[in-house]
């Protein structure tokens, strides 16, 4: 399967902090993803971008804080995150990028 253009707007960027470190020794990456995806439009991204097979994936909404930005009033915007599990034997590299 070949990687769409669709394919990389729906799949944002790696998420690399400590808890996405361990989430990934059981074979799981996390992602940052578009707020209109769905769990199957995520699972056919990540196996056509990253040549892998997905066993799960698994979807948490953030939503954004009110937050102070130099003395002012902002919010910060709403966050989707896909906890991806991978089938036994795939490994995608998150530090190298696409």
């Keep these: ?5 669709e394919h990389y707007d ?12 361990m989430v990934s020794e059981n074979g799981a990456v996390v992602f940052q993803v578009a707020m209109n995806a769905s769990k199957p439009m995520i699972k056919e991204a990540v196996e056509a971008v990253f040549g892998v097979k997905v066993k799960a994936v698994n979807t948490v909404v953030t939503k954004g804080k009110a937050k102070k930005f130099r ?11 896909a ?7 795939n490994t995608i590299d998150v530090a190298t990028g696409l």
């Design 1 to 5: 399967m070949s990687a769409k253009p």
């Design 10 to 21: 729906l799949i944002k960027k790696p998420i690399i902090t400590e808890k996405a470190t």
């Design 71 to 81: 003395g002012r009033a902002g919010e910060r915007s709403d966050k989707k995150k």
């Design 83 to 89: 906890y991806v599990t991978l089938e036994e034997g």
